[in-house]
């Protein structure tokens, strides 16, 4: 059952990206932004070819190579972890997040972030960035409250 859920969090974590991601092209021209909650949150359209903050700008194979690495290991210890529930969500986010930017690098050769903080200075991000952030978070409270590995 386990392994079914996790499945339908995965195509439900990528159909949601993949289709914001093409809404906010559609609708927003590239560099524009339109304010969703003043002085909160905007949507504002950009083209990133690197990591958060524009790191590894330029390095599309750096992430063609690491992302199945990435990957296959998530899976392996979801695998191996599946009965451990803060290890099964926040690898499931984990893969979805990472195959959703994924198939952006695959497809067009950079991913598509939208949205803007407007209360502090952080990068734009998109809904499998906030999955990966999750995911990770999640991950690192199972290692910490894991009891096989004291």
Do not use: C, H
């Amino acid at each position: 059952m386990k392994k079914l859920l996790s499945l339908v969090i995965i195509v439900v974590g990528i159909v949601a990206d993949q289709i914001f991601k093409n809404w906010i092209v559609a609708n927003i021209q590239l560099g524009d932004t339109e304010k969703i909650w003043p002085n909160v949150l905007s949507l504002t359209y950009i083209k990133n070819d690197g990591a958060a903050w524009s790191s590894f700008s330029g390095q599309q194979w750096f992430f063609l190579i690491l992302t199945p690495i990435v990957l296959v290991v998530a899976l392996w210890f979801l695998w191996k972890k599946m009965a451990q529930n803060w290890y099964f969500i926040g690898l499931t986010l984990i893969i979805a997040g990472a195959l959703g930017n994924f198939i952006d690098r695959i497809r067009q050769g950079f991913v598509v972030d939208m949205f803007k903080t407007e209360f502090i200075n952080f990068p734009i991000f998109n809904i499998a960035d906030i999955l990966l952030s999750v995911g990770f978070v999640l991950l690192f409270i199972a290692i910490l409250t894991d009891k096989e590995t004291k």
